[in-house]
């Protein structure tokens, strides 16, 4: 981090709206670029920019410790983008449900899909998991196979089931505590 974005985040922290618009004017084009290019939607990528830097000057306190400003941004950036497309696909699933049931859905569904939301999430995050880390995953948690029949299927060693269960449960851990954070 340069000097000069130092003695913002140090100003910021001391509660500075002047750093803050320094910072916004700085960062705020490449914030609502990169959501653009993922979501697509100019106006969601907008309401994700705002949000982002609302959340800067909320947690002000904090924002000053960080060690890079440019990657504290990219984490909350990517974890909204995130957020939005896990919030698309619940809606999705939900409208269709509801249009199958013969039902409107109801305007307060954040209670109800809370925990469709978690599942979303640790599909999505199994789904994104290397291939052959995925399928070690799912044959173990989701056709509840033996490590042993693991290895015999693919023909890979027991130790290399292990590590890649390893591997898989550290990603659910990450994605559980950056849940966590929401809830």
């Not at 320094?22 to 959501?35: G, H, N, Q, T, W």
């Not at 909320?58 to 924002?63: H, I, L, Y």
């Not at 000053?64 to 950036?77: A, I, K």
Request: net charge negative; proline share 2%; aromatic share 10%.
């Amino acid at each position: 981090m340069n000097s000069d974005e130092h003695i913002l985040l140090r100003k910021l922290r001391e509660g500075d709206t002047e750093a803050l618009d320094i910072l916004y004017l700085r960062y705020a084009a490449k914030v609502r670029d990169f959501a653009f290019r993922l979501l697509g939607d100019s106006v969601e990528a907008e309401d994700i920019t705002h949000d982002i830097f609302l959340k800067v000057w909320e947690q002000r306190k904090t924002v000053g410790n960080v060690v890079s400003f440019r990657g504290y941004l990219f984490r909350m950036t990517r974890n909204a983008i995130f957020n939005a497309f896990k919030h698309r696909q619940v809606e999705s699933k939900y409208q269709a449900r509801a249009a199958e049931d013969g039902t409107e859905a109801p305007a307060d569904t954040d209670d109800r899909v809370s925990t469709n939301d978690l599942m979303e999430m640790i599909d999505l995050a199994v789904s994104n998991m290397p291939e052959q880390r995925r399928k070690v995953f799912c044959m173990s948690r989701y056709e509840d196979m033996s490590y042993n029949d693991i290895a015999e299927a693919l023909h890979i060693s027991p130790k290399t089931v292990q590590y890649h269960i390893s591997g898989a449960l550290a990603e659910l851990r990450k994605l559980l505590s950056a849940i966590a954070f929401f809830v």
